[in-house]
């Protein structure tokens, strides 16, 4: 436990250090990242490219690409991603994915799936539209709270700081929620909703290890087992304060001020973090096309970059290239801010 306390104090005091040395003047707003996702191709496209308001591109790569073998990586695409970013100066913010939105999709490497030491590997979340009587399948995620899974997660993380840790601009972690219902007759073997929130902070500090240099942010949107405010059991606001307590930044997948959902949980949490603790979101498919409740009104470009400048105090915004928003407003904003 000693040990354990040490590094947590080592990765407390070097976070302290590199945010005093990279943050971006107080004050000063936003930096503005392009979410392609996997559509990763597309940081050649001119409009990205010759927008000075757009410091670099946040990309999306799975467990299973960079790793199609245990133990044998595959960092060759990231590698010329970034290449090409570095050479007409913009920035490379990678998304790792271990989930999947999609039942026939999974992200995880063949092996945990045919390896029984991992228990199947993955397990599969559901969408509940009323009650977990009429649960439907979504898609599939690790199985983070497994300790055997965990660690091939976390031996990823560390082949990956190896080459790229202060190179590229940042890292963030997959969205913290994972639908299982509360029940428990759909949870996964081995889960409970006690040791998957100590799996999301093993799993920040392993990253913040990997990457002392380069941002590390937790998406941590919302967690199972709870929903705040009436049923708040701790495990988002533990999230939260173990992310300041080690240097790690806090953010989530959508950046939706009008939703109660977000409004109840997240938002509020990242309003009130620190001074230290950096903190980015998403403008993801959907987020533009959501509606003020209030007047009725459709949010704006201009209203999210207030919200996230002001309101939020974020130092990261990767807006999403939905159309016809992307085109019609997301770039004409940023292409304004630097004139």
């Known amino acids: 436990m000693d040990s354990q306390r040490d590094v947590v104090a080592s990765i407390t005091l070097l976070a302290a250090f590199v945010s005093a040395c990279a943050a971006p ?46 133990d044998q990586y595959d960092f060759q695409a990231l590698r010329e991603d970034l290449a090409f970013l570095e050479q007409h100066g913009k920035r490379l913010f990678i998304q790792l994915q271990d989930v999947s939105f999609d039942t026939s999709r999974i992200n995880v490497p063949r092996y945990l799936l045919e390896d029984s030491t991992f228990r199947g590997g993955v397990a599969q979340t559901y969408w509940f539209e009323d009650s977990e009587s009429a649960a439907t399948p979504e898609g599939w995620v690790a ?34 929620i ?10 996964p073997a081995g889960f409970t909703f006690e040791g998957y929130a100590e799996s ?53 997948p959508d950046l939706l001020p009008h939703r109660w959902g977000q409004r109840n949980n997240s938002l509020p949490l990242i309003a009130a973090r620190g001074a230290g603790t950096v903190a980015g979101m ?4 959907g987020n533009l096309d959501d509606v003020d409740r209030q007047t009725g009104k459709q949010v704006t470009v201009a209203e999210l970059a207030d919200y996230a400048r002001d309101s939020l105090r974020l130092d990261y915004v990767f807006w999403g290239t939905q159309e016809p928003y992307y085109s019609n407003d997301i770039i004409p904003y940023l292409r304004d801010l630097r004139r």
């Open 25 to 70: 003047p107080a004050g000063s707003g936003p930096q503005h990242f392009i979410y392609f996702g996997l559509d990763r191709e597309r940081i050649q496209e001119p409009a990205f490219l010759e927008t000075p308001g757009i410091v670099g591109a946040q990309l999306k790569y799975t467990w299973r690409e960079l790793e199609p073998e245990r």
């Open 143 to 176: 199985r983070r709270w497994d300790p055997a899974v965990r660690a091939r997660f976390i031996a990823l993380l560390q082949a990956l700081g190896g080459e790229f840790d202060g190179r590229i601009e940042g890292v963030n972690l997959p969205e913290s």
């Open 178 to 187: 994972i639908e299982f219902g509360r029940s428990g007759k759909l949870h």
């Open 200 to 252: 999301v902070k093993a799993i920040m500090t392993a990253a913040k290890e990997a990457f002392p240099q380069s941002r590390v942010i937790e998406y941590a949107n919302f967690m199972p087992g709870e929903s705040l405010p009436e049923d708040d059991h701790g495990y988002l606001r533990e999230v939260y304060a173990y992310a300041e307590r080690i240097g790690v930044g806090v953010g989530g």
């Open 282 to 285: 998403a403008v993801q498919y």
